[in-house]
């Protein structure tokens, strides 16, 4: 599985930093990732749909920590890169995962 394309959108808000688009394989696209600012740093949200009860479940997601953090890392490198082509101090540091690949 490769990444073949990922597009980010930057937004001033004060936690949500961008939405991205990525795509697999030239094949298979995944839209509504949301790179957020943390409060150990950045990073990235899968898309989700709010169910009845007002919580949130997400509609695509990693099933391991290692496909997680290589997912994470290509897109806060693309988002750094984002900032730097609109002139923006980018230097996007994803949080350390915890050993069970959870977030801290």
């Not at 599985?1 to 394989?25: G, H, N, R, S, W």
Request: aromatic share 8%.
């Amino acid at each position: 599985m490769e990444l073949t394309d990922i597009k980010v959108f930057p937004v001033e808000e004060e936690k949500l930093k961008a939405y991205v688009t990525i795509t697999f394989d030239h094949c298979f696209v995944v839209r509504d990732l949301k790179v957020i600012q943390g409060t150990t740093g950045l990073f990235i949200a899968m898309p989700a749909k709010r169910r009845k009860d007002g919580t949130f479940k997400d509609v695509a997601h990693p099933l391991n920590a290692e496909t997680r953090a290589w997912l994470e890392g290509a897109v806060l490198a693309e988002y750094d890169r984002e900032l730097r082509r609109q002139g923006q101090d980018g230097a996007a540091t994803a949080r350390p995962l915890a050993a069970d690949g959870s977030k801290p």
